[in-house]
């Protein structure tokens, strides 16, 4: 990716940020809101209590309120939503009990469409799952994995920091199944591959990762092509891939490195679609109290329209030997 590419991307994808360390010798305001104002003229004033209320302002870390106290030295951090303030409201899913495929006392399975953050972003607080569950439910929920915010599926969430605790241990244990369907660029070649490549940061920008040589965390992913296919005279393969390991954007990036970018990726090289074709389809585990295997698979209604007229409902069972 050149550089001017990058600063398109960035610039499309990425909240713009602002950062200051307010010193005592230095001119600053007394609240919050002033010193945005004085730092940021070009904004318009009268615009400021939308964008505290939507969360994008903080003082030493923390979000700030308007009137929160400017107390040097202390840092100052503003994010600028990623779309036009005025639509904000209209730019997110809003929530649906539909939602909620499956839940007990302990845990539940949830849905999360596409476009929607599992967790608040810096840039706003409101619209996010993690938010919408909470009042949804009326109570805390955790959520022991998170879902990148351009990918739809299956996500597993927990109600009590005992079952939280357990799930974690799980996932670090590899004990918790995870199969996406996604489509890819290319004819990639079967019956099964290992991708084995440590995932580091990219310093370009906080929310990219890279494959890395050197240092980075270990990373692998199973890839098994289901289907070959053209698209307009494009190939492509439909791929089931099972993270061994939880590694952010490890799918995406496994596929890339591997010549096969996911399609409706633009983070790493993926050919222009309406939507990221990266899906969490199947979750698998054993229930933390009651001992019950678990296999859910996502409901044919809410899959996109380009997996539900593939093969996917046809593929073979994977033997738990290959998932070590």
């Known amino acids: ?8 991307l960035s610039d499309s994808f990425f909240s713009h940020y602002w950062r200051w360390e307010v010193l005592p010798e230095e001119p600053y305001a007394s609240s919050c809101l002033e010193e945005c104002r004085r730092r940021l ?3 318009a004033e009268d615009s400021w209590p939308e964008r505290f209320e939507l969360g994008g302002v903080y003082v030493a870390g ?6 929160t106290p400017i ?4 840092r100052l951090e503003y994010y600028e939503p990623k779309v036009a303030l005025s639509e904000v409201p209209c730019a997110y899913p809003r929530f649906s009990p539909d939602w909620v495929l499956q839940q007990d006392a302990d845990i539940g399975i949830i849905f999360k469409p596409p476009g929607l953050p599992t967790v608040a972003p810096r840039d706003q607080q409101l619209y996010c799952l993690a938010r919408y569950l909470e009042g949804h439910f009326g109570r805390k929920v955790h959520l022991p994995s998170r879902l990148d915010t351009a990918v739809r599926g299956l996500l597993l969430v927990s109600f009590s920091e005992r079952a939280n605790r357990w799930f974690q241990r799980a996932f670090d ?14 004819h990639l070649a079967g019956p099964q591959r290992e991708v084995r490549r440590p995932i580091g940061r990219d310093p370009r920008h906080p929310v990219l990762r890279r494959v890395v040589e050197v240092g980075g965390d270990d990373a692998i992913t199973l890839l098994w092509p289901l289907a070959h296919y053209e698209v307009r005279g494009s190939a492509r393969t439909l791929v089931q891939a099972c993270p061994i390991t939880g590694r952010t954007h490890q799918i995406r990036l496994h596929c890339q490195s591997e ?3 996911i399609v409706g990726d633009p983070l790493y090289g993926g050919v222009d679609a309406p939507e990221l074709r990266l ?10 109290y009651n001992s019950s295997d678990i296999a859910f698979e996502l409901p ?3 899959m996109p329209a380009w997996l539900q007229d593939s093969p996917w409902q046809a593929r073979p069972v994977l033997a738990p030997s290959l998932w070590r």
């Open 1 to 8: 990716m050149t550089e001017t590419d990058f600063k398109r």
């Open 41 to 43: 003229p070009h904004i």
């Open 62 to 67: 923390r979000p700030a309120e308007p009137l």
């Open 71 to 74: 107390r040097p030295p202390v």
């Open 173 to 186: 244990r590899k004990l918790v199944r995870k199969t996406y369907a996604c489509e890819v660029s290319g």
């Open 259 to 261: 010549g096969y970018p």
């Open 279 to 288: 899906v969490s389809a199947g979750l698998a585990f054993r229930h933390p």
């Open 300 to 302: 044919l209604a809410l």
